[in-house]
């Protein structure tokens, strides 16, 4: 580390400790004396890429709002996929007087010596559904492995045997893996196997989870198997949309089960058209309070092991515990982790994001066949 650099680190601890009123020390961070608000309690929150639907529309303002009704501040940045950027961006918001950071990495090796920084500084640091391999930081999530489970065992119902690809997210994400882990798990076999009914003829990573390099790797699929792709594994709904429009080219869309994850508005309403087949459906308004929440609680003192999930989720989202369990992350790390439930919503029980208010019937609804139409859009 360049003396400048170590200069700034100092710096920056010297300032946090000051702000946070710290004895001994040990930066602490404030809270109103008596009242057990979190007055003074400034959140940064540090997107990697604010452009994705869910966060504008669920995660951000479910987090906000549980941080302002408990008297903290909520500030924030987007790095637009830029690794650098973000790195910035959370030297700013430490700059700023964070006493707490939420993170959604874009590189989870990355981002490590971010998250070193804001450890030297006192400053608790929640990874947000996205992994961190760092014990200091709190991970909070869904259960990833379990959508990837959701997601092949609804497209091996639909179609039990045939060519399959596998279209994964970005390979610096570690979620891309833990969702293949839970296909595995569903009886999905590896690239390559043989003696089965199924077979993985196209299986690959996807930069930054983009539609148009789903696309174009859909396509790719497509030439070498010479069209002959009975159903698609796509691991979230930005991609399936590319997959869907690279089925149309060819002919297939509605043919082809595809699969999809975050319920977002276009990949619900092409599961009512019939041209994808599931989407796991992910309450991110659930998983936002419970990142605010959670803050809150950081802000107050809580011991990162003692961090509760909310007591009032819904039923069909809550984690197995109402407290952090330890997860064991793939570079033998373990951290503390609040873990949430995903749904997986086809044509048949699409209601349920409807009945939460996740989408309108107009929008769900828009374009379909009314003699083919779900229940939910009569």
């Not at 796509?234 to 699969?259: R, Y």
């Amino acid at each position: 580390m360049s003396i400048r650099k170590m200069g700034l680190l100092v710096g920056v601890v010297a300032m946090v400790a000051a702000a946070c009123g710290s004895s001994g020390g040990s930066a602490k961070p404030s809270t109103a004396a008596g009242s057990g608000a979190a007055t003074g309690c400034t959140v940064g929150v540090s997107w990697n890429n604010y452009q994705q639907p869910r966060w504008a529309k669920a995660d951000e303002p479910a987090m906000k709002a549980a941080i302002e009704a408990a008297g903290g501040k909520y500030i924030r940045a987007d790095a637009n996929l830029k690794m650098e950027q973000q790195l910035t961006d959370i030297d700013s918001m430490i700059g700023q007087g964070a006493k707490v950071l939420v993170i959604l990495a874009q590189d989870t090796k990355l981002i490590l010596p971010a998250v070193a920084k804001a450890k030297a500084a006192g400053i608790p640091v929640i990874a947000y559904d996205r992994l961190i391999e760092d014990p200091s930081a709190l991970y909070l999530t869904f259960d990833n492995k379990k959508v990837g489970t959701l997601e092949a065992q609804a497209i091996m119902k639909a179609k039990p045997a045939g060519n399959y690809a596998v279209i994964k997210g970005n390979a610096g994400d570690p979620n891309s893996n833990f969702l293949r882990d839970g296909m595995t798990d569903a009886g999905l076999p590896a690239k390559g196997a043989t003696g089965g009914a199924i077979k993985i003829v196209y299986e690959d990573y996807t930069t930054d989870w983009k539609t148009e390099n789903a696309q174009k790797n859909m396509e790719t699929a497509l030439n070498q198997a010479s069209n002959k792709i009975d159903a698609v594994v796509s691991e979230n709904d930005s991609m399936a949309i590319g997959v869907v429009a690279a089925l149309q080219k060819v002919g297939l869309a509605g043919t082809v089960p595809v699969s999809g994850q975050d319920g977002d508005e276009a990949n619900l309403n092409n599961v009512a058209k019939g041209l994808q087949t599931v989407d796991v459906w992910k309450d991110a308004f659930a998983l936002g309070k419970t990142a605010g929440d959670a803050a809150i609680q950081l802000c107050k003192g809580t011991a990162l092991a003692d961090v509760k999930a909310p007591a009032d989720l819904k039923d069909y989202v809550k984690p197995a515990t109402t407290g952090t369990a330890d997860f064991k992350t793939p570079g033998g790390v373990t951290v503390k982790s609040v873990v949430l439930t995903p749904v997986a919503i086809t044509f048949d029980n699409l209601n349920v994001p409807l009945d939460q208010g996740w989408i309108t019937k107009a929008v769900l609804c828009n374009g379909v066949d009314a003699a083919k139409a779900p229940a939910a859009c009569k």
